[in-house]
């Protein structure tokens, strides 16, 4: 027989003394129950070891250092933090500034609920350096067909206000994306007061282009012109004095399709005369389709400064008895045929006219050789003469703001004293109406 008998261990003991005394067995000694040890606090736990982190785990998100052409989703998540997620920047084409903090990309969750909702974060830094937080809606990018693409800045009422007050604009130009440049562009002194008439001020039918796309506008030595398939030299028409930027509105302007609400008609010069200045001349160079009627409503409308008309176009009038051109006041002037496409012209004229008088070139006695094509400083030599439009403040006579009105700086000395309108506005006048008529 075994030495000893292994019994269970919940048996009781009443079961293993009655088995032991059946076969005269000895009982084996009873164990006192066991008492299982209390766990321990969880101070004295030990602690585990950190569990080590993957570097080549997709969890972690990659960051603009380990990835240069990914940026972070611009969105905010519900728990107004921002989105985690990194995106691409393919979508900013050729421009330089592509990793640009002011342009907001999105990831493709965010990128659904922006575009639903047709609404984008503002464009414009605070004060405090900060990306405004403010959402406008897509709508306010005009004619664009890409208007809800997050490539485009778009400002709220308050950074747009002050946009377009230091005359930024966009640039028109199209990358290599066929998406528009989302350059910003400060208008120079030239365009703005040659828009500063309009009401509309910033219709996309005066193009600003930033500097890389500038030099590409004035690349092409001309065009062929869409009246009679003839050859048209932009050097034949544009003078190299003018600036890189004037140039190239000027291009943009040439090249455009005849509009249907152009009308024959004249443009006419009046002087403003200003007894207490004699440092400046101020002449209004506008166009109309009745000249007597327009010069009758200049004399009733403002009666305490004495117009002059100096000139118009076209000057095809009827000879006088001496054989003259004809009689230039009032009640005898006899205009003769229109010329077409007045608003064209006056187009034109007003852009070359407003770089003359931001820049000044014109008091340089050689300023017609003048050649700024090779060096953009060259027409801005005169940088403190630059100025807005001096006359955008309202008239005391009849309480409203004259458009049109350009303020030559006089010569002061030599043979061209007292002939501004003669050798200065006059031949851009007739210049640009001869391109109107040979070629618009």
Partial sequence: MPSAYHYPPNAPQSMTMQMALDDDTPLPPIRP????????????????????????????????????????????????????????TQAMGDNQDQDSPDLPR???????????????????????????????????????????????????????????????FQCAATTQAEKRCIRIVKTGAALAQATGDNQDQDSPDLPRYCWQHKKKVLQPGGYYSKKNGEWVKFDDWIPQYLQAETRAALRDEMQ??????????????????????????????????????????????????????????????????????????????????????????????H?????????????????????????????????????????????PDCRSVHKEIFEFERWKRGKNTGKEWELVVKPVVERWGKFVELYV
């Fill in 33 to 88: 129950h066991h008492t299982p040890e209390l766990p321990l606090s969880t101070s004295q736990l030990p602690s585990k070891p950190p569990r080590p982190i993957r570097k080549d785990s997709a969890s972690t998100s990659p960051t603009p250092t380990d990835q240069n052409d990914k940026v972070q989703c611009a969105a905010m998540t519900k728990a107004k933090k921002r989105c985690t997620r990194f995106v691409k």
């Fill in 106 to 168: 999105y990831c493709y969750q965010h990128k659904k609920e922006v575009l639903q909702n047709d609404k984008v974060q503002c464009a414009a830094m605070t004060k405090a350096e900060k990306r405004c937080t403010r959402f406008v809606k897509a709508q306010a990018m005009g004619d664009n067909q890409d208007q809800n693409s997050p490539d485009l800045p778009r400002y709220c009422y308050q950074h747009k206000k002050k946009v377009l007050q230091n005359d930024q």
């Fill in 256 to 349: 455009k399709s005849r509009s249907s609400s152009d009308v024959p008609g004249y443009i006419y010069t009046f002087e403003i005369r200003e007894p207490s200045q004699n440092k400046t001349i101020k002449l209004k160079v506008g166009q109309t389709v009745n000249l007597g009627k327009r010069i009758d409503q200049w004399g009733r409308q403002c009666s305490s400064k004495e117009q002059i008309l100096r000139g118009f176009y076209p000057r095809v009038v009827e000879s006088d008895e001496d054989g003259g051109e004809g009689s230039l006041m009032k009640g005898q002037v006899k205009a003769g045929e229109k010329a077409a496409w007045c608003h064209r012209l006056e187009r034109l004229i």
């Fill in 351 to 395: 852009l070359e006219l407003a770089d003359l008088v931001a820049t000044c070139v014109y008091l340089d006695p050689e300023w017609l050789n003048v050649d700024c094509s090779s060096n953009e400083d060259t027409a801005t030599r005169k940088k403190s003469k630059q100025k807005k439009n001096s006359n955008a403040r309202p008239c």
